[in-house]
C-alpha cells in the first residue's frame, strides 16, 4: 500500500502509554501510513514485543538518550510519506483526525496544519479544551499555540538537516518559528481531533526549564540580544499562565 503519511513517535519509558497511543492510530479511518518509533531507551526492550501486537511499525532503536527532538529528525529521515505526522508517546487521536486533516490539506494545498484538542489527565479526564486557530511568525513568537500530537506538515518544507534542535523542551517551538519566519502560515483545523495528556512526569512541565529552553529558543536561535529575549521569555509565560 502507498504510504502518504508517516507518523514518527518518539518512546522513552512508559509502555502502557505507548499501546494507547498505538491503538489510536490504528483505529484511523485513514489508512495510508507508516509509523515510526524511536526508541530513546536502550535499555527497555519491551518496546520491541510491539511489533508481535501491530503491523506497520518501524522501530530505531537510538544507542543512548537524545532526546525526543533528535529522535524525531531520525524519525524523519527514514520517512516514506509525503506528510509527517508527529504523536507523543503519551498522547492519543481520534479516529477522524488524519482523514481531517489530509483532507483540508489537500483541498487547500496546505503545507502545514494543526487541530484543537483536549487537554487530559493520565484517565482521560477533561481539565480543558485548546482552539485552533491560523498561526503566522508574530502569532508564534508571543505563544506557541500549537499542539504538536496535532501537527501534520509536508515534508518537502523540512529542508534543513535537522529540523528540531537538541532542547529537553520547547524544541518544536524552534521550527514552527523557523518555518513560519519563512512565510509559511500553520493553518488550523477547529475540530478537537487529539487528547493531549498531562502527565506527572512530564518534562514540558518543569517551570525552571521550560524558563531555560524559552531563553535559548529566542537568544540562540532567534538571535535577539539577552534583554529582549528576557522580555520574550516574560510574555511567553504569561500567556502560557492565561491559557491555564
Request: with cysteine; hydrophobic share 35%; net charge positive.
Amino acid at each position: 500500500m502507498k504510504v502518504d503519511i508517516s507518523i514518527i513517535i518518539p518512546f522513552y519509558n512508559n509502555y502502557d502509554y505507548l499501546i494507547r497511543a498505538l491503538n489510536s492510530v490504528f483505529k484511523q479511518s485513514y489508512k495510508k501510513y507508516e509509523v515510526i518509533i524511536i526508541n530513546d531507551n536502550p535499555s527497555n526492550n519491551k518496546i520491541f514485543n510491539i511489533t508481535k501486537k501491530f503491523k506497520k511499525i518501524k522501530i530505531i532503536n537510538n544507542k543512548k538518550n537524545y532526546g525526543a527532538g533528535i529522535s524525531r529528525n531520525k524519525g524523519i529521515k527514514l520517512s516514506r510519506g509525503e506528510y509527517i505526522a508527529f504523536l507523543d508517546s503519551d498522547d492519543t487521536w481520534h479516529k477522524d483526525k488524519l482523514s481531517t486533516q489530509i483532507k483540508f490539506m489537500k483541498k487547500n494545498n496546505y503545507f502545514v496544519t494543526h487541530t484543537s484538542y483536549n487537554l487530559v489527565d493520565i484517565n482521560k479526564n477533561l481539565i480543558s479544551k485548546r482552539k485552533a486557530r491560523n498561526l503566522n511568525y508574530i502569532d508564534l513568537i508571543n505563544s506557541c499555540d500549537i499542539g504538536l500530537s496535532t501537527v501534520i506538515l509536508k515534508k518537502n518544507i523540512l529542508k534543513m538537516k535537522n529540523p528540531f534542535p537538541p532542547l529537553k523542551t520547547k524544541e518544536d517551538y524552534v521550527l514552527w518559528l523557523k518555518l513560519s519566519k519563512s512565510g509559511i502560515t500553520f493553518y488550523g483545523v477547529d475540530k478537537l481531533l487529539a487528547d493531549w495528556t498531562n502527565t506527572p512526569s512530564s518534562l514540558s512541565k518543569s517551570v525552571i526549564q521550560k524558563l531555560k529552553d524559552s531563553m535559548r529558543v529566542y537568544y540562540f536561535y532567534e538571535k535577539l540580544n539577552i534583554f529582549y529575549s528576557l522580555y520574550r521569555t516574560l510574555i511567553l509565560s504569561i500567556n502560557y499562565l492565561k491559557k491555564n
